[in-house]
């Protein structure tokens, strides 16, 4: 089993910046693959960015050239500048991992972001 905590989340003026981090723990499990995803009322859960293990990244549209995604081994960050209301949702780590031996994926229990007008 793996574990994602996350932190970093608030409240924050359109404009302003917020880092987001997520540490994955738990015994014997190696990642593939790491990530956010966030999840407004009332809307899907939607990814927003995600990092692989050779570093390859990939951004939601509405996010991109303002969010940044990086990993240091089993923690990921997401530095989020010029936020809009829009961005306002609960956001989620996650990780796809192997664990004994299955590929699974695993998620944290959020963190919440309200970007204020």
């Known amino acids: 089993q793996v574990q994602l905590v996350e932190s970093g989340g608030g409240l924050v003026q359109a404009g302003g910046s917020l880092r987001l981090s997520c540490v994955a723990s738990?015994?014997?499990?190696?990642?593939?693959?790491m990530g956010w995803h966030r999840q407004a009322p009332g809307k899907k859960r939607e990814l927003v960015a995600g990092?692989?293990?050779?570093?390859t990244t990939n951004y939601a549209d509405s996010v991109k050239g303002r969010f940044t995604v990086s990993r240091d081994n089993a923690k990921v960050y997401l530095q989020m500048n010029n936020l809009k209301p829009e961005d306002t949702a609960v956001y989620y780590c996650?990780?796809?991992?192997?664990?004994?031996?299955?590929?699974?994926?695993?998620w944290g229990q959020g963190t919440q972001v309200t970007v204020s007008s």
């Open positions: 738990g015994s014997m499990f190696r990642i593939n693959d």
């Open positions: 990092i692989i293990s050779g570093g």
């Open positions: 996650n990780a796809g991992a192997y664990s004994g031996g299955y590929f699974s994926t695993y």
